[in-house]
């Protein structure tokens, strides 16, 4: 009788941690395909913001006349520079941020259970399993970032208020491949180059932690009074990540510095950084290109959420639909 009651309790084990991995990969397919809608809609202010970031302080100009010089120089295209290297980073990022999370999370929901009685988690539980799933993550795309931000600041170098080469007409060179910035970059500057930027991007976790406590904690606020729609993850996804990316802004700044600064250029550390920043451009260098940033940032927000909670139910409405086989 009891080899039976175990047999029964090893096998609903299973089928719950079978469960989960399904679930685990549901939200990080749903995470993954909402960034790629996300990316695409929101692109050409990533592009503004970046070589805002990276832009020496000669390059003063607003956010209307930087984009009107990069259709004006490379036309519509422009605004797309390194759109490819992009959505293969943001879909693996997202993969692997919501696997992870949802993983995590999991993990102290059971441990909840066992001591209160409740998989509720507390907002430090939430925050320590964003941060774990955000630092993992990093790790694993940094150099995806690297790449994508060498691709997106390219073509700035070779205007004329820029510091960089240009082919003797006066004319920016075909640019290569998102295979082939890598191999160069590989081959001229080595592995470590790959990993630039990485101390700030760490400090940088903190974004999705803010950003995702926040939504999820004004989630439940709603959830107690009504059913959450995709609109709804729509606004509270931008509440959050607008909070978030205010907050965290001149550390982007300097990861975007870092990321193409080249071997034969300044290698300084993160606290260096800030401090050559703040000497030479003053207070406002850590806020370049924040306008189109947190635009960017919070419309992008708004539909992942919106796209992730939509097609997490439609996965989970069809895994419902799916038999269940007998033991």
Known sequence: M???ANSKKEAMAQTTSAAQQGDNIAHALAGAGGGLLSMTLTYPLITLSTRAQVESKRAQSSTYDAARRIVQREGIAGLYSGLDSALFGISVTNFVY????EWTRAFFARAALRTRASEKLTTVESMIAGALAGSATVLMTNPIWVVNT??????????????GPATESGKSAKKPSTIATLINLVKE??????????????VLVINPILQYTIFERLKDVLAKRRRVTPRDAFFLGALGKLAATSITYPYI??????????KDGPQDGMGQSLKR?????????????IGPKVSQSVITAAFLFAFKDALYEASVRARSKIPVKAA
């Open 2 to 4: 009891s080899q039976t």
């Open 98 to 101: 919501y696997y992870w999370y």
């Open 150 to 163: 060498r691709m997106t600041a390219r073509q700035s170098d070779s205007s004329s208020d820029l510091p």
């Open 189 to 202: 500057e080595g592995p470590l180059a790959l990993f630039a930027g990485v101390l700030p991007a760490l």
């Open 253 to 262: 700044t300097v990861k975007s510095r870092m990321h193409v600064a080249s």
């Open 277 to 289: 920043i703040i000497r030479e451009e003053g207070w406002g260098g850590l806020y370049k290109g």
